[in-house]
């Protein structure tokens, strides 16, 4: 593996997103959110396996004690038996609206945010699960992406992908956003900031919808690395593997036409590369 991208599971994803390394499975879960489907790689053996859970799963994590949670649309579930069952936390939000993507904090709680599926209103948010109850913390915007937070737990990124803004907050023990400010602002030729993750380093990891890669920002913003892949629809990065230093990258081919497909095969696929600094192992989530 190198800093080259990698495919590792040629897939045809709608739109793949959410991947998250399971550091007891030894393996990387992503989803499908618009086929409904849950896909978990083994990287040891190179072989992957597909659930199809039905809803739209944005976003998989792990429970303290066992067991996977999935938010889909308006709400988080737990998984049994392959399909998404108890609801654990039930979102109010407009009908048009579903879950994105997510990330689980040293404290156990998990941050998640909220978007208009038809990308017509404001409507999304960013929503924080503690100890089982859950609360909207504010960051409206059309779509949500991230949120991703820092080493010791006191900043939260916050992307409002429509306008191409990754927000910073300062977080406490209380689940709430503070002294927010602009991070970084990208420009029409960048494409759109999709999800974000921040690596050991405390650098922060951001995929480019229509931006053909993934980039990698220090603390201050500057720009460290820029990663091509040879997609457009480039979604969330997540680090795995026996050290945390293999970055796995999920992409989409939802909305391109047959020639854009003819120019992007591997849209869709799960793709692969050595990362500069490792990752940090997810939290699970505590629910009391």
């Known amino acids: 593996m190198t800093m080259f991208p990698e495919p590792v599971w040629r897939l045809e ?3 793949g997103e959410g991947p998250a390394w399971f550091s007891q499975d030894a393996a990387l879960y992503f989803v499908d959110i618009k086929r409904g489907l849950l896909h978990r790689f083994d990287p040891a053996s190179q072989t992957g396996e597909t659930l199809a859970v039905g809803g739209k799963p944005s976003f998989v994590v792990p429970e303290r004690g066992g067991g996977l949670l999935v938010g889909s649309e308006h709400g988080v579930f737990r998984l049994k038996d392959g399909q998404l069952s ?19 904090d040293g404290r156990g709680r998990l941050w998640f945010g909220t978007m208009d599926e038809r990308e017509e209103r404001a409507t999304g948010a960013l929503w924080c699960l503690d100890q089982g ?7 409206q915007a059309l779509v949500t992406n991230g949120p991703a937070v820092n080493g010791d737990g006191s900043l939260l990124y916050h992307v409002d992908s429509v306008s191409r803004t990754i927000w910073r907050f300062e977080v ?4 709430q956003l503070a002294r927010g400010e602009v991070f ?5 030729e960048d494409g759109h900031p999709d999800g974000v993750v921040i690596d050991s380093e405390d650098c922060l990891w951001v995929a480019l919808w229509n931006g053909w890669g993934v980039r990698r920002y220090a603390p201050d913003g500057t720009l460290l690395a820029h990663i091509a892949l040879p997609c457009a629809r480039v979604t969330k990065v997540a680090f795995g593997g026996p050290d945390l230093a293999t ?7 939802v909305g391109l036409n047959a020639g854009d497909l003819a120019e992007q095969p591997l849209a869709g696929s799960l793709f ?17």
């Open 13 to 15: 994803a709608l739109l």
């Open 86 to 104: 108890e609801c654990v936390a039930s979102i109010s939000q407009p009908n048009d609206n579903r879950t994105n993507d997510a990330t689980v």
């Open 133 to 139: 109850n859950l609360c909207c913390v504010g960051g």
């Open 172 to 175: 406490g023990e209380q689940p």
């Open 184 to 188: 970084l602002q990208l420009g029409e």
């Open 247 to 253: 970055a796995f990258v999920t992409t989409a081919r």
């Open 272 to 288: 692969a590369f050595d990362a500069p600094a490792p990752g940090r192992i997810l939290p699970s989530v505590v629910l009391g």
